[in-house]
């Protein structure tokens, strides 16, 4: 059959079926998207607040008293309210911005175009997993409204804290309680999510479009739906059995003898290690998660702005496959200190070494790939490179953390905290940024003002390195992490001004992205609008109008007769080939 | 613009399908036949997510088992032998259906089919007697490790078959009210691996309580 218009899809026209509980994956993706905006600022909030209370602990706020009753009383910040703002910052950038974003959002608006599909394979499970993902957060926000506020036990939620109850402390009673609910229902959201991807990137793709032919983007989110599959589900069934032993008096993780505020607990034999391997044997594919679609995205813009093909496109999506595979055997490296056998740990550190390998060969081929490149230094551009640099400098230190000789001393200090906020936060967000300026043409028709997203940049970029460099020296100089307040220890009190610095450039920052929210209201209304293509990029998005239609190719099935990156082909007339241009 | 739920997640947008050739890229784009295969890679995956689901339980059983001496086995209900049978049976009953469905009897189906979903709702019903037989010899949830995973993982398998049975009985309906076309085949095949699933499922939980429980 020679495919003629073969296809039923007609755009709903009423409001709701249209903007709401919509199942086109184009909307669903703005939906993740801003759902992710939303959080980000939050988060973003929350860490403002506690680098402030870190160089000023006795600074009365009126509106802190405002907001937390209890947790700020006249105004003073307690350090469990510290620890509840800590929680809930990590858990919000990790969960619903670092996991949404760059899967979610941006691979559900563009793999179904990349692929030369019409929507995802299943478009109502697609609208449920986004819904279900908007009831986590409701929930997960709801823990700072409830008696006792949010909880205390950090993004990674360790027992006996996070087990026991509103014994151990304000946000350890309902808020842990809602915060565990929400994130088994962000699992279950994050198991249809993968389900979508995978089906749809193995069964829709276009003909001739082969798995070798891919953007390096479709394999990023390929298999971070893998990673997301497997991972997921084994942090709802740790969920369900932490649930059970806060509300159903099991002993899981809890082991005998418990005392806490001079109450023994009637739990026996439990093992919170237990909870460590369930949580870390998710929480480091996580990391994966969080920065694989960033790869993509780097990748696709350093080739599309050199004007070169990416440079060993089979060993890139080798790279990709071997950091996913690698992913699932290295979680012990979050436990060296949990009094683990020495050769488990070496065991663990060899294989976190390993791991080297395939982010070096990355590291490689985005190089040899701006070799000798007309570069174009688009805003785009920049924050592709930028998130380069910044996965660079997060993963050597984390060659430092990786080996249990040196965690021993680094473990819970401050250069954990600049080894992952470097790697696995900002430069996943710098993807996002590199991603929102590369397509937000063809999400509205309109550009982003380049002048703005250049000051955006740079003064971003700037900003995040002076926040996370220092830490590293904090905790080299035996800074610990998650303590609300440095003024009482003799030993930290040199380190003050280091701190005071990262606070007033934690608070630059934090201004400068409004310049980014500015401009992203205000193009998508007045940019100077964008022709089909204005990258002169090769992928099949670029085929279709901006905003694209409703089933993308408007009733026509493209066929792909080229690789992803082919860029000053020799011979040919243009610069680029496009995917779908005749062979 | 796609159904409901139910033909989304199990299918029934596609036709007959063509032999099933992995790989993509090469074949006609777009057409029924895609939709067949997507829903088998999604079913394909679902189930890998449902093994490392019932994985994590499975390894934090033995490690919770191995590591403390507090643990004392539950006795297994008698019953539970009774309701493996049923479920084993409500799985032949569904390939039968199927060899019905390949040669053309519909009443044979319809048949067996029904079968399949009543014994299916059995074994729950099953379930909840043995429930109940370990809460009147004592045992709860909270009882020791032994009890705390037998309900945990009886009850989450239980959850799962729901499902099972959510989708068994809509092709149950559909099939009633003759709307059983060729493009439902797809729905039928879904629910049936997912079914076989859950049945080796309860057969490893079985061989877990009774040599380790």
Known sequence: MASPIVHAHHAPTGFIRRYIFSLDHKVIGIQYYFLALFSVFLGMGLSVLMRFHLVYPDAKVGFFETLWKTGAPGGIMTPELYLSLMTMHGTIMVFFVLTTAPQSGFGNYFLPIQIGAEDMAFPVLNMLSFWTTFLALVVMVAAFFVPGGAPLAGWTAYPPLSAVGALSGPGEGLGQTLWIISIAIFSGASLMGAINFIATTIDLRAKGLSMMRLPLTCWSWFVTAILGLLGFAVLLAAGVLLLLDRLAGTSFFLPAGLLVNDQILNHKGGSPLLWQHLFWFFGHPEVYIAILPGMGVASQLLSTFSRKPIFGYRAMVYAILGIGFLGFFVWGHHMFMSGMNPYSAFAFSILTMSIGVPSAIKTFNWIGTLWGGRIRFTTAMLFALG???????????????????????????????????????????????????????????????????????????????????????????????????????????????????????????????????????????????????????????????????????????????????EYSVPGAPKDYIMQSDPA | MAGSLTTDVIGGRGAPPPARNFGGGDREPGGRGAHRRASMTGLMVLLAASVMFFAAFTSAFFVRRGMSNDWSATPMPRILWLNTGVLVASSLAIELARRALRSGQRAAFNRYWTGATVLGALFLCGQYAAWRELHSAGFYLATNPSSSFFFLLTCVHALHLLGGITALSYIDVQAFLLRLGPGKRTAVDVSAYFWHFLDAIWILLMALFFFWG
């Open chain 1, 387 to 565: 998130f380069v640099s910044l996965f660079v400098t997060g993963g050597i230190s984390g060659i430092f953390l990786g080996q249990p000789a040196l965690d021993l001393y680094f473990h819970d200090t401050y250069f954990v905290v600049g080894h992952f906020h470097m790697i696995m936060g900002v430069a996943a967000i710098f993807g996002m940024f590199a991603g929102t300026f590369y397509w937000f043409p063809k999400v509205t028709g309109r550009f982003l003002n380049e002048t703005l997203g250049k000051i955006h940049f740079y003064l971003t970029f700037i900003g995040v390195y002076a926040i996370f460099t220092p830490m590293h020296y904090l905790g080299i100089a035996g800074n610990p992490r998650r303590y609300a307040d440095f003024t009482n220890f003799d030993f930290l009190g040199k380190l003050l001004p280091v701190h005071t610095f990262m606070t007033h450039a934690a608070f630059a920052t934090a201004v400068v992205q409004l310049i980014f929210l500015f401009n992203l209201i205000w193009s998508a209304k007045k940019g100077k609008p964008a022709p089909v293509n204005p990258w002169e990029a090769t992928t099949l998005e670029w085929t279709v109008p901006s905003p694209p239609p409703f089933d993308n190719f408007a009733g026509k099935h493209p066929v792909v007769n080229h690789g992803p990156y």
